[in-house]
């Protein structure tokens, strides 16, 4: 059974940093890509930031370039998204999802994944 299952969500206040982690089990993730994705209320989920699984290739939305950073650690199964300087509008349900066959920037702009995360909330907010 592959799950993915996201930790480090909280409340945080504007300008400060937060470190989310993706644990994946039940599949080999070094062979898939591996993406963070945003849900805000009444609004369409986004892709956020997408890391591949052959050259650690990476790609940002613009909305979060210089502030968000992704990694991985296939040894651990786990794919982290570090935050700082964070925003309200960072506000929301991040949830990781893995795709075996997707390049990362198509991953993220359509939401294409093969298994997918419940998610953790991060609210931004003084």
């Known amino acids: 059974q592959v799950q993915l299952v996201e930790s480090g969500g909280g409340l945080v206040q504007p300008g400060g940093s937060l470190t989310l982690s993706c644990e994946a089990s039940?599949?080999?993730?070094?062979?898939?890509?591996v993406g963070w994705f945003r849900q805000a209320p009444g609004k369409e989920r986004e892709g956020v930031s997408c890391?591949?699984?052959?050259?650690?290739?990476?790609y940002y939305d613009d909305s979060v370039k210089e502030r968000f950073t992704v990694s991985r650690d296939d040894a651990k199964s786990t794919v982290y998204l570090q935050m700082n300087d964070l925003k309200p509008e960072d506000t929301g349900v991040y949830l990781c999802?893995?795709?075996?066959?997707?390049?990362?920037?198509?991953?993220?702009?359509?939401?294409?994944?093969?298994?997918w995360g419940q998610g953790t909330q991060v609210t931004v907010s003084s």
């Open positions: 890391i591949s699984n052959s050259d650690g290739d990476t």
């Open positions: 039940g599949l080999n993730l070094a062979y898939y890509a």
């Open positions: 999802a893995a795709d075996s066959g997707t390049a990362i920037e198509t991953m993220c702009k359509n939401s294409w994944a093969d298994w």
